[in-house]
Nanobody, 115 residues
């Protein structure tokens, strides 16, 4: 089983920034796609940012221009830099590593943005 450790969540005021990290127990280059998802109470899980290996990153329209996904293969870590945060960004954020055979999720980290 792949172990994913998330960190970086917390409470921030509107307009602030946070950087989420997700470190995997296996090489992230083993996966076709890595990304971040989020889920707010009463809402379905949504994709925030994904990037396939050797591909172009894909962002939800609501976060374009504000969030940036990146990865450090040497550290087996995926990052999500979140700038100009808004109250509507409040959610539990989950990192995801996926390929044909496995679909691994982090335990989630709470991001709360106050107005």
């Amino acid at each position: 089983q792949v172990h994913l450790v998330e960190s970086g969540g917390g409470l921030v005021q509107s307009g602030g920034s946070l950087r989420l990290s997700c470190t995997a127990s296996v090489p992230i280059v083993s996966f076709n796609t890595v990304g971040w998802y989020r889920q707010a109470p009463g809402k379905q899980r949504e994709s925030v940012a994904t990037i396939p290996h050797t591909g172009i990153e894909n962002y939800a329209e609501s976060v374009k221009g504000r969030f940036t996904i990146s990865r450090d293969s040497a550290q087996n870590t995926v990052f999500l830099q979140m700038n100009n945060l808004k109250p509507e960004d409040t959610a539990v954020y989950y990192c995801n590593l996926r390929d044909v055979f496995v679909n691994s999720w982090g335990q989630g980290t709470q991001v709360t943005v106050s107005s």
